[in-house]
């Protein structure tokens, strides 16, 4: 049986849910597993990884955030914009960012908030390696993001990142995690952009008009409309 968990991003779960079988019934993410988001820029990949890091934040699982992209203090505004307000999760120290896009200055380095540098994969495995291993040791689940590899592609040696990524992928599935990774469609060579897709179990993207779930373990190739609304992606298909 498929064990799936739920997305937090509305009409997902009954995108992915099955009536021919009762493992998939509900839809959703597979558990354990690692999730390619990936399209043009400005589609909303950013805005799926705050659903569906806040939805686990709701279910009592921690989750692990690498944002090369946006800072943590632009994450949190962003995420109370669209009515995800993270306030009681880092608290409660449910939330844990590797961030490698802030400044030295704007937030003190802390048990749940580490600096890394894009520059520097090797430190940014080795931080995401850590909090893992320090959250298994407290739940059998976790959420793991990253936003984006694209900009880690950018700045470093293409096939050095391809290693690193595979290797956060299995740091992250051997803590019990679930993975999500963006990228931007086209932003690095064809062939590394083969090897990523190869190093995932499931692959969706997102064009702006529609969510395509191109693989997907226990089921086919799925598609629907979308649209990114203030309180974040909504799939269409009940609208059709």
Known sequence: MIVRIASGISGFDELTSSEDNLALKL???????????????????????YQFTYQGLT?????????????????YDTMKGIGLNLDDYLENE??????????????EESDIYQRSSVHN???MLVKVSRVARSISQKSPRLRSVV??????????????IVRVLKTYILRIKEAGGTVIITYIEGSADSRTETLIKSMVDNIIK???????????KGMGRKED?????????????DEQ
């Open 27 to 49: 839809g959703g993410f597979p558990e354990n597993s690692a999730t390619l988001i990936y399209g043009p820029p400005e589609v909303g990949k950013s805005t799926f990884c």
């Open 59 to 75: 279910q009592d699982e921690s989750c692990l955030y690498l944002t090369t992209d946006h800072g943590i203090q632009d994450i």
């Open 94 to 107: 449910m939330l844990y960012v590797v961030d490698a896009v802030s400044s030295d200055m704007e937030v």
């Open 121 to 123: 994969p090797t430190d």
């Open 147 to 160: 936003d984006s590899v694209t900009t880690i592609l950018e700045s470093n040696n293409e096939m050095l």
């Open 206 to 216: 997102l064009d702006g008009e529609k969510i395509i779930i191109e693989a997907m």
């Open 225 to 237: 409309a979308y649209r990114t609304t203030d309180e974040g992606i909504v799939i269409l298909h």
